[in-house]
């Protein structure tokens, strides 16, 4: 039995990689694969992601994306319960898709206020390096990641600003697929 996909995005601070822990935490197998982590793998040459989009971030996000669905995939052939987090939006999900033909695969935006997202950037501790630093990418990516162009592109929202990291599980555990 293949296990499901869930693809989180949202801004820094929506809680991708702590709902993503502790939704896993609920199955017997389960594989996070962030992003972020798989881009920090490149030992010299590391582009980091900006606002402006540069070239070099954009295709290192795309082979990271790419090797990401190809784990994905494995695992979740393998009877893994997946999580992918992720700032995407609905078309950076479609050359990803290409590799999950057949699989249930689950697009979930987290979505908070601007100073909810702030205060969880700031009072995080799962970042090796000075959080402040994506403040101004919070600010960028607010407006520019509605979340009615998700819900129009077919993913599932979930409001997490009074929600506990608990109740946001059971929100996403709740979820009815396809949305």
């Given at each position: ?37 798989l ?41 893994f ?16 898709a ?82």
């Amino acid at each position: 039995m293949t296990g499901p996909i869930w693809v989180f995005s949202g801004s820094p601070g929506a809680g991708k990689t702590s709902v993503s822990r502790a939704l896993l935490s609920r199955f017997p197998l389960g594989l996070h694969l962030p992003i972020d982590d798989l881009r920090e793998l490149v030992v010299s040459g590391l582009a980091q992601p900006a606002l402006d989009h540069p070239p070099e971030a954009v295709r290192q996000f795309a082979l990271a994306r790419t090797a990401a669905a190809h784990h994905a995939r494995l695992y979740a052939e393998a009877g893994f319960a997946v999580a992918i987090d992720d700032v995407l939006w609905p078309t950076d999900v479609a050359p990803m898709a290409a590799h999950w033909a057949g699989l249930d695969v689950r697009p979930v935006r987290l979505y908070t206020t601007l100073e909810v997202a702030h205060f969880r950037n700031r009072t995080r501790t799962n970042k090796t390096y000075d959080t402040r630093v994506l403040a101004p990418l919070i600010d960028g990516l607010y407006g520019q990641m509605p979340p009615q162009s998700f819900r129009e592109a077919g993913w599932a929202v979930v409001d997490s600003t009074h929600l506990t990291l608990e109740q946001t599980v059971e929100a996403v555990l709740g979820l009815t697929w396809p949305v």
